[in-house]
């Protein structure tokens, strides 16, 4: 089946599928399958993930080896980061039992891991200062670049907790233990995923836990260069990260398909969407201008994000392209830096990475005697949101600027 592609209009999408066998995931199947192709595509995105732990080292490798054949070949391919926050191996649930874990289906080295962001503007009270009152007869309303957040739908947001009026996420009178939290469904394990390989090869201990003879993958050579990439030595991801918001703050993706939903009815009538599953598509497709552009398959494109993002932070960070700056950041910014709010969410003690001083519930944290949540934004390249949201336009035309 062949699509246009909203972010790419000239770009055909192909849908790739095939069922899954006792041991293999169908897509791993279909990416193989056009990959062995006499003419493979220039991009493949991916939509899928299972955390590393509860995947195990063969099928890690599985897509390593894939992968690793994609870029060979010249191939990009974008998977997105997941949406259970740093808890991956908890998907679904209430609160994270299983401690910090991410997908190995999007933490190779030869792959983009992209990660999902939300709008700031009604966090920060300033819809009418990005939005117009009406649309546009093409329903048109931005009126500029708006302030970005990581994608969390949990208690376990700081940004959420003040909002609310709670002084802290945790605690018998934080947050996550309130009547409100469990009566909105805050209590929840949502949000764009991060964090660091732990479980890529070896065996855990216990099932779905960072635990045992686990170790993740190396760090790549490619991701260096940007302040606050973490000196830890294993994959971080995601990579970037784009608007993946199902709602949470009052924004989501309307979708309209012609033979179930008319696209010739107005926006607020379609379906909306979220999560990272939205976010990786659509940055394969700006990846998809950047070829049209740049002469073509341009292969593990993180070769030229990390470049771009080291001379655009510098040592200390790009005041001039932070997100919060919304209409006021600089026009070159190629990647706006995600610097308010973090993708924590709760957890139960179970195997750690749980700060639980008093309550039913904690916060996902780095250490279980101490609030340290996983994970923030900060200045940089952080866990929540990689390198940052993506200007289309600059990264499209300065694309050659770091190219020997």
Known sequence: MEYASASAPSATIEVASCADTATTFGGLIAIANILNAPKPPAIVSMSYGECEATNGAGANAAFKSTFQQAVAEGVSVFVSSGDESAASCDTGAENAVHGIGVSG?????????VGGTDFADAYLGLNSSYWSASNTQYYESAKSYIPEIPWNDSCASRLLTGYLGYGSPFGNDGLCNSWLAYYFG?????GGSGGPSGCATGTPSMFGVVSGTCKGYKKPSWQTGVIGIPNDGVRDI???SLFASNGFWGHWYPVCFNAEVSCAKAPDSWPGYGGTSVSAPLMAGIQALVNQVNGGAQGNPNYVYYKLAATEYGANGSVQCRSRKGWAAASSCIFYDVTMGD?????????????KPSGVYGVLSTSSSKYKPAYGAAVGWDFATGIGSVNAYNLVNNW???LK
């Open 238 to 240: 995601p990579d970037v």
């Open 105 to 113: 289906w999007t933490s190779t080295p030869y792959n983009v891991s």
């Open 343 to 355: 993708m924590d969410v709760p957890c139960t003690l179970g195997s750690g990475d749980c700060f």
């Open 400 to 402: 050659k600027s770091v």
């Open 186 to 190: 805050f209590q929840t394990v949502t």
